[in-house]
């Protein structure tokens, strides 16, 4: 057998065991995927209700709304009853930290809300980036849920260019995994190896 067909097998069967991994663990994740939300640079930013995906200027035309970031001079999370932002792990005041891959939202973490941090501390946001929060919610069945979202900030935290990319919760109320962008990169190698094959 040709090394690079023995190579392909081993990808192929590490993908496999990826897969099954990913989808056993994140069999009740609800994804918004690429919702691109801009948040406007104003006092009344931009209210989101998590389930339904309404959003509006205002608290008052979204019913049920669970977060809302805002702010004209920087960036800053207020979040309706029973809904909080996630700190960074560690962290026990202040609002929601810039958290890394492998973060664990759930139950036994910190929450706030307030105007984020930029800079290069752990937990700080970063500017020119996508960062990574964490966030509970009440869900219309009345159980807490959690999630985590992407925020893409431009070159100024009260600029323009702010968006969140994603957003995902676990509805099972189960806590849920800021996952690592290379599980779904060796899918993509694993379906290439296919690919290839197949020729």
Not at 21 to 40: D, F, G, R, T, Y
Not at 123 to 147: E, H, I, P, S
Not at 173 to 199: D, M
Request: charge should be positive; proline fraction near 4%.
């Amino acid at each position: 057998m040709k090394i690079s067909n023995r190579l392909e097998k081993h990808i192929v069967a590490a993908a496999a065991v990826a897969a099954g991994v990913a989808a056993s663990a994140n069999a009740a994740v609800v994804a918004w995927e690429n919702c691109n939300l801009v948040i406007p640079n104003t006092i009344d930013g931009l209210y989101i209700n998590v389930e339904t995906r309404a959003t509006g200027s205002a608290g008052s035309v979204v019913g049920g709304w669970d977060i809302n970031p805002y702010s004209a001079t920087s960036l800053a999370w207020y979040n309706a009853p029973g809904t909080s932002m996630m700190r960074y792990p560690g962290v026990t005041s202040g609002s929601a930290g810039s958290l890394a891959v492998g973060t664990v939202v759930g139950s036994s973490g910190s929450y706030g809300s307030g105007a984020v941090t930029v800079g290069s501390a752990p937990g700080n946001w970063q500017l020119n980036a996508v960062n990574y929060f964490g966030f509970r919610f009440v869900a219309a069945d009345g159980g807490t849920k959690y999630g985590y979202g992407t925020f893409q900030i431009g070159s100024s935290i009260s600029g323009a260019d702010r968006k969140i990319t994603n957003l995902y919760y676990e509805a099972s109320g189960a806590s849920i995994t800021v996952p690592a962008p290379g599980a779904l990169a060796l899918l993509g190698v694993a379906g290439l190896a296919g690919a290839r094959r197949r020729r």
